[in-house]
């Protein structure tokens, strides 16, 4: 990255897995760049675990392309498990307080847990595409999955979080040391 952040060049010589965490992180960066957080939230403290799960994302694609199978599946297993952490956060403890306080189980976190399964499906395939060692496959599903996953983040980032930052207020605070404790969800 270079020293401007709000103005990531994704370059013709990066590699695949570069191209993709760039894109994430432009996608935050552009997000939020005018923001400063002085007091811990559910928008920065879970947009912050999305670069960190991006960041897993990258390095197994980065793996998985040069074949290098033992790297990729210990990559692919700690993306996996910071995924399945990240929706269980999200399905335990932040969506059901939100719908608690708003009344509201129809919106926003009725769609994302539909997207959470779509992801899932998708790492099943994944993992099953590591397993065959067949880079190919992988390499597309991992197109598939960055696409949903920008699509997903930016909805959480822009829209959910900061309605659950307003809508839960005082809780903040104990819902996110709530969120560190949670296990991953199945997945």
């Given amino acids: 990255m270079n020293g401007n952040q709000g103005n990531l060049d994704i370059s013709q010589g990066a590699s695949r897995s570069e191209t993709c965490i760039l894109a994430l992180r432009k996608q935050h960066l552009n997000g939020h760049k005018d923001k400063e957080y002085a007091v811990e939230t559910i928008s920065n403290y879970l947009a912050s675990d999305h670069r960190q799960c991006d960041d897993y994302f990258a390095m197994a694609e980065e793996f998985a392309a040069r074949q290098d199978w ?17 929706f269980g956060m999200e399905e335990q403890v932040l969506f059901p307080a939100f719908e608690r306080e708003t009344g509201n189980t129809m ?14 499906d998708l790492f099943t395939h994944m993992a099953a595409a590591v397993a065959a ?4 496959e992988y390499a597309g599903l991992s197109e598939t999955l960055l696409i949903m996953l920008q699509q997903h983040n930016l909805k959480e980032e822009q829209v959910l979080y900061p309605m659950s930052d307003q809508a839960l207020g005082v809780r903040v605070a104990e819902l996110l040391q709530q969120m560190k404790e949670a296990p991953g969800s199945a997945g």
Wanted: charged share 25%; glycine share 2%.
């Fill in 133 to 136: 060692q067949d880079a190919d």
């Fill in 107 to 120: 919106g926003p976190t009725r769609m994302m847990r539909m997207e959470h399964e779509q992801m899932r």
């Fill in 70 to 86: 033992p790297a990729t599946t210990a990559s692919f297993e700690q993306f996996h498990s910071a995924m399945a952490h990240h």
